[in-house]
């Protein structure tokens, strides 16, 4: 059994989807043929994010309406639709492709089963204590307006002062400095000088803190700094996280948007105070002057006023490095949110126990070694997403009679009750408040995508029901994916399937190589060099591949990078070399490396070869007489010629390396020996020999 | 190759007749080649690779002398078993080599007539390609004098490096036994390229 991973709803197929059709193809057949009773699971993944933003920017696109404009009901029923539209299109792709998938067997993650498993996971997980509500810093997204996971951000490394672009703002803002300032302290002529990489946070500020051997400011600490745009006085405190020798030696904390100062909040019993909306604007904490000012303006604006108090000291270049969104490459803010998350340490701890102790071979050993770091490393997942395409968490929020709300669950961490349905969330909620007369607000979240992907081996099968398929392919044989997303969904389906399965979810996982391009570059829109598998099937000219930039939504000096990428690669636009070929080229491409140059004249030289077979097969059909059956054995008559017993040796050492290599899975030195048997043996030699003299 | 490209298999494998009795509707469900103890032959392997490196050797003197048709051929075995072997595949030679007209095996040099190209298989056979009258004698001479001094400079590199102090001790046994067939070879080779500039001069007379 080998579960397809499954694509996103959300757009065509790429390459390496190719290279995992034709890896998982390969294995399914070799062994459909070697008599095994196989099952390749094909199937769809909802892709939250991707999708909802998608079908939202069409929606304003063609309407100049906004998902709040629909409500959710209706905004969902449209992704439905949109998605029965895409699933159709990308289904039809798949079998263009040849792969020998059971359709009987397709599975969608927000199917009624899957759901249910999604549902009966987030359950049982949190009455296990191992899902639970925090608030919490996250890693929010202004532009997606969501939470997102550690996974799904891009780090970038300043070496110092850089402007970058970002989403939402005209000019390009500055990053990758530090900029000193002083506050005032309370009832006396002294400052205290503080330093930060993002000035705009001041406006969160809530404390100063200090070190407590700090000579310069012990007669400083209990006493107040103010605040110089907001009526607010802030108490300097002693903390051992200060480092004396760091800067001034005193820094500045926000306790409700910067991840440190979290914690010496915690500890210290400060105020967090939110000064940010969902959308990167800043709120009414912020005072009047900045009240509804995006982020990255009141950055400018702060140094401004600063300056003209008198207060600001000076800006230095900063080494650093910042987070950004992978979708949207909006800068990352830290909001403080209560949302759901995933105690993982226990999880990770039993799924290196079951690979080492060999329940699971990770392949190639790069890989297992990557899976063991991250575990090893690993933190806690939440999994709130603010959107609406996705499952909707089964949590409900507690209001006792006499409160007020306005659907929306509040920030009590222990008011939540989890359950099925809302019924059994009713009955949960009586008992757990006894006497007390309740309403129940659900979570409007929905969960991250991965973890519905992360029940796949299971969830595909029946799960939580105990079905035949669950009896007959579960654990799976082998996971197959690319490296690449080791951590977002190999490493969480081991560990959710040992926690609710008992069982690993699969026995072997082989990371496959990442295509790049002829030159080694990874493939994307902005270089021009992405490639569609189905113009490697069919073809296509230079000028198809040209507007299909055009159509995309490149800015001008992208689409100019990507036009000279695509005359020089494609001088000839891309030849049509068939599915077989592309099917053969990307496992000749599997050496066990991490990333594969694909050229595209390599897999046209295999559509050759195609001909090739096709003409030896009619050659042998020629020499059959017409009523022609062969003998119902092959085994050898005595009356074999010498180049004969050649070739029937050639094939069986060809079979047992193809064989043995298959098992290894090396898929390079397996095709190898297919194509040199039939090219340099059958061909040019044995079938030579029956040429009349 | 069906697990490796699915669609053109099956297209040509439903061409193809089945064996008796065999019902299977798809190559999907075939089964896959495995290796058949039976079908191992190295005999075999080591005999046509024989054979099959006389056809290539042919070849190769074809186009180097620029024949393409009515060529005749001299195979000299240099032992009875080798001789066996290329007796029964003359056919199979002539079908392989394009323009090949006449094809003899013998068993001793002497027997190979005079103005020969020649090619060395080993130890096993010499190849030779009848060139007399259809060639130039001067180029031809010329020629292989810089074969054979080619084989007697990589000779002369292999007995210098054999004769260095430490290569008995430090060399591995078995890179010195390949040392020593190479040079066997080289020796062997250059026999049979001054014994053929001997043969063109001949031609002359």
């Known amino acids: ?693 | 190759m069906h697990p490796f490209m699915p669609f053109v298999t099956e297209e040509l494998w439903q061409r193809l007749p089945r064996r008796a009795n065999d019902t299977n509707p798809t190559i999907v469900k075939a089964r896959y080649p495995q290796f058949v103890a039976e079908f191992d032959n190295s005999a075999a392997e080591r005999d046509y690779d024989l054979v099959f490196s006389a056809i290539k050797t042919v070849r190769s003197l074809a186009s180097e002398y620029n024949i393409k048709d009515k060529m005749e051929v001299f195979i000299h075995a240099k032992d009875s078993e080798t001789y066996e072997t290329f007796a029964g595949q003359t056919d199979s030679i002539k079908a392989l080599v394009k323009g090949a007209e006449k094809i003899s095996t013998v068993k001793e040099g002497s027997q190979v007539p005079d103005g020969c190209a020649a090619g060395v298989l080993g130890e096993q056979a010499v190849v030779y390609l009848l060139v007399k009258g259809r060639v130039n004698v001067d180029e031809e001479v010329a020629k292989t004098q810089k074969k054979a001094a080619k084989v007697a400079e990589a000779r002369k590199r292999l007995e210098a490096s054999r004769a260095k102090k430490d290569y008995q001790t430090k060399v591995k046994p078995e890179v010195q036994a390949q040392d020593e067939k190479k040079l066997k070879e080289y020796l062997e080779e250059e026999k049979t390229l001054e014994d053929l500039v001997k043969k063109f001069e001949g031609l002359r007379a």
């Open chain 1, 1 to 693: 059994m080998i579960p397809a991973p499954p694509p996103n709803v959300t757009g065509a197929l790429h390459i390496g989807h190719a290279l995992t059709i034709a890896i998982q193809d390969t294995l399914i057949r070799w062994e459909r043929m070697r008599g095994k009773t196989v099952l390749f699971l094909p199937g769809f993944d909802h892709a939250g994010i991707s999708t909802q933003s998608v079908v939202e920017k069409q929606l304003w696109k063609a309407e100049k309406k906004t998902r709040h404009d629909l409500g959710r009901s209706k905004f969902t029923d449209l992704v439905w639709e949109w998605k029965e539209e895409y699933h159709t299109k990308i289904k039809n792709q798949l079998k263009r492709m040849g792969a020998s998938y059971d359709w009987t067997k397709e599975a969608f993650t927000m199917d009624e089963n899957l759901s249910e498993a999604v549902l009966e996971t987030f359950v049982r997980l949190h009455d296990e204590g191992i899902i639970y509500r925090d608030n919490r810093l996250v890693n929010w997204c202004c532009q997606l307006n969501t939470t997102l996971s550690n996974l799904e951000l891009d780090t970038e490394e300043l070496t110092g002062r850089k402007f970058l672009s970002v989403p939402g703002y005209d000019e390009k803002v500055e990053f990758g400095i530090i900029v000193s300032f002083a506050y005032e302290i309370e009832g006396s002529d002294e400052k205290i000088v503080v330093a930060t990489t993002r000035p705009e946070t001041m406006l969160g500020d809530t404390a100063i803190a200090v070190h407590p051997d700090d000579e310069r400011y012990k007669h400083l600490v209990g006493k107040f700094a103010k605040h110089p745009f907001i009526d607010r006085l802030m108490p300097i405190v002693a903390d051992d996280y200060v480092e004396k020798d760091f800067g001034t030696g005193a820094v500045k904390i926000t306790p409700a948007h910067d991840a440190n100062d979290f914690a010496i909040g915690k500890r210290h019993n400060l105020e967090f105070i939110n000064i940010m909306n969902d959308d990167g604007t800043f709120n009414e904490n912020t005072g009047p002057e900045f009240n509804g000012m995006k982020r990255f303006t009141a950055r400018k604006v702060v140094i401004e006023k600063l300056k003209e108090r008198g207060l600001y000291i000076e800006t230095k270049d900063n080494a650093m490095s910042i987070k950004l969104c992978t979708k949207s490459k909006d800068i990352i803010e830290p909001l403080l949110k209560p949302q759901w998350w995933v105690s993982q340490k226990q999880l990770a701890q039993d799924a290196m126990d079951f690979v080492r102790r060999g329940d699971i071979k990770i392949r190639p050993a790069t890989s297992e070694k990557e899976f063991f770091t991250w575990l090893e490393n690993i933190q806690d997942w939440c999994i709130s997403r603010q959107l609406w395409w996705g499952h909707q968490a089964p949590a409900y929020y507690v209001y006792f009679e006499g409160e007020e709300h306005n659907n929306l669950p509040g920030d009590d961490t222990t008011r939540w009750v989890v359950a099925h349905s809302e019924e059994s969330a009713q009955e949960k909620a009586k008992a757990k408040f006894p006497g007390q007369k309740l309403t129940l607000v659900r979570d409007p979240d929905v969960l991250d995508t991965w973890f519905s992907s992360g029940l796949w081996p299971f969830s595909t099968l029946g799960w939580p029901k105990q079905t035949p398929d669950m009896t007959n392919f579960y654990p799976n044989s082998v996971l197959e994916t690319g490296w690449d997303i080791l951590f977002f969904w190999v490493a969480r389906m081991i560990m959710l399937g040992i926690k609710l399965t008992g069982s690993v979810p699969f026995k072997e996982v082989f990371c496959h190589s990442l295509v790049r391009d002829s030159e080694g570059r990874k493939m994307s829109k902005s270089l021009g060099n992405v490639i569609d598998p189905l113009d490697i099937i069919s073809g296509t000219t230079l000028q198809k591949l040209t507007d299909k930039l055009l159509a995309g939504n490149l800015d001008p000096k992208e689409v100019e990078t990507a036009k000279k990428y695509q005359k020089t690669a494609f001088p000839d636009g891309i030849p049509q070399c068939g599915a077989d070929a592309m099917h053969f080229a990307m496992c000749h491409y599997t050496t066990g490396g991490r990333d594969i140059n694909m050229d595209i004249k390599v897999v046209d030289g295999y559509r050759k070869f195609c001909n090739k077979m096709y003409n030896a097969t009619k050659f042998a059909i020629g020499k059959f007489d017409q009523d022609f059956i062969p003998r119902e054995s092959g085994a050898l008559t005595g009356k074999e010629s010498l180049v004969e017993k050649w070739i029937l040796h050639k094939l069986s050492k060809a079979a047992h390396i193809t064989n043995q290599s298959l098992e290894e899975r090396n898929f390079l030195v397996a095709t190898d020996a297919v194509y040199q048997y039939w090219l340099y043996e059958l061909c040019d030699v044995y079938i030579v020999s029956f040429f009349p003299p």
